[in-house]
T-cell receptor, first 112, second 114 residues
Framework: GQQVMQIPQYQHVQEGEDFTTYCNSS?????IQWYKQRPGGHPVFLIQ?????EVKKQKRLTFQFGEAKKNSSLHITATQTTDVGTYFC????????????FGTGTRLTIIP | EAQVTQNPRYLITVTGKKLTVTCSQN?????MSWYRQDPGLGLRQIYY???????DKGDVPEGYKVSRKEKRNFPLILESPSPNQTSLYFC?????????????FGPGTRLTVL
């Protein structure tokens, strides 16, 4: 079945440094979504990418969808303590069902 | 306030004792789903429902049942819980299918099966 892997699993950065998490799917995706889960909280939707090669920005966050629609990345510039949490990608394959597969997540901690 | 609610939030039970975790949304969403979250494995979809009386298996459906008799409710049933079902469970809903709609998550239910 479809698998979505994320790397790294953990990332510790100094406040102000940049952070990137990568998402790789074993199958072509129709779209990809990104979620953030704060410690002790529930996942919260950040953004959705649909088109091949699409790039979207939200303030310090930049999201990319690969040309082959099998990978994606989230880059945070100049991290802040409010960025702490686990970031998940989630995608639906092109195979016609409505199953949504989440990545394994990247847990970001910030060293003040 | 638009939200997804789950009950109970915490539950400790014993092997084999049937339990139900309720999920309700007040946004008139068609799509609802259940996920379990385990360390290192991310969120794995258990079951999803496209609309009333329409349910389908996710990636890890074994040991779980669901029903969708009303649009707003999507209970998760564990007929005979086992310790490997100890996990953090999330219910989620979206306007329509998962493809192009953001998922709204409930607060989570932490289940321990002894």
């Amino acid at each position: 079945g479809q698998q979505v892997m994320q790397i790294p699993q953990y990332q510790h950065v100094q406040e102000g440094e940049d952070f990137t998490t990568y998402c790789n799917s074993s199958t072509t995706l129709s779209n990809i979504q990104w979620y953030k889960q704060r410690p002790g909280g529930h996942p919260v939707f950040l953004i959705q990418l649909v088109k091949s090669g699409e790039v979207k920005k939200q303030k310090r966050l930049t999201f990319q969808f690969g040309e082959a629609k099998k990978n994606s990345s989230l880059h945070i510039t100049a991290t802040q303590t409010t960025d702490v949490g686990t970031y998940f990608c989630a995608g639906r394959s092109n195979f016609g069902n409505e199953k949504l597969t989440f990545g394994t997540g990247t847990r970001l901690t910030i060293i003040p | 306030e638009a939200q997804v609610t789950q009950n109970p939030r915490y539950l400790i039970t014993v092997t084999g004792k049937k339990l139900t975790v309720t999920c309700s949304q007040n946004m008139n969403h068609e799509y609802m789903s259940w996920y379990r979250q385990d360390p290192g494995l991310g969120l794995r979809q258990i079951y999803y429902s496209m609309n009333v009386e329409v349910t389908d298996k996710g990636d890890v459906p074994e040991g779980y049942k669901v029903s969708r008799k009303e649009k707003r409710n999507f209970p998760l049933i564990l007929e005979s819980p086992s310790p490997n079902q100890t996990s953090l469970y999330f219910c989620a809903s979206s306007l329509r299918g998962s493809s192009y709609n953001e998922q709204f998550f409930g607060p989570g239910t932490r289940l321990t099966v002894l």
